[in-house]
Nanobody
Framework: QVQLVESGGGLVQAGGSLRLSCTAS??????MGWFRQAPGKEREFVIV????????YYAESVKGRFTISRDNAKNAVYLQMNNLKPEDTAVYYC???????????????????WGQGTQVTVSS
């Protein structure tokens, strides 16, 4: 059974940091990404990383502040978030793609599996 489990969310003050983790089980995945969804807004792309960990792509809003990494031995992906802003408040979702083709997956429909989400709240 394929499952993605996120952890690491919480409440932090503006300027603080959080590290989200996502562990996949059931099969290995290629591209893995993070999306977020704030209340009343559509789910938006945040960041994606390829199988090798070499290629990444960031949304403009998080460049210079967020970093993605992965550990294939653990089938896990991590999102380090620094200098957090109130506008980063959202539910963060981990997503995984089972295709080996790297296409800078930025759309939700390019992913096959999703985690349940973890809340990140940044206070001003």
């Amino acid at each position: 059974q394929v499952q993605l489990v996120e952890s690491g969310g919480g409440l932090v003050q503006a300027g603080g940091s959080l590290r989200l983790s996502c562990t996949a089980s059931g099969r290995p995945f290629y591209a893995m990404g993070w999306f977020r969804q704030a209340p009343g807004k559509e789910r938006e792309f945040v960041i994606v990383i390829d199988w090798s960990g070499v290629s990444t792509y960031y949304a403009e809003s998080v460049k210079g502040r967020f970093t993605i990494s992965r550990d294939n031995a653990k089938n896990a992906v991590y999102l380090q978030m620094n200098n957090l802003k109130p506008e980063d408040t959202a539910v963060y979702y981990c997503a995984a793609n089972k295709s080996p083709l790297w296409t800078l997956q930025r759309r939700p429909d390019e992913y096959d599996y999703w985690g349940q989400g973890t809340q990140v709240t940044v206070s001003s």
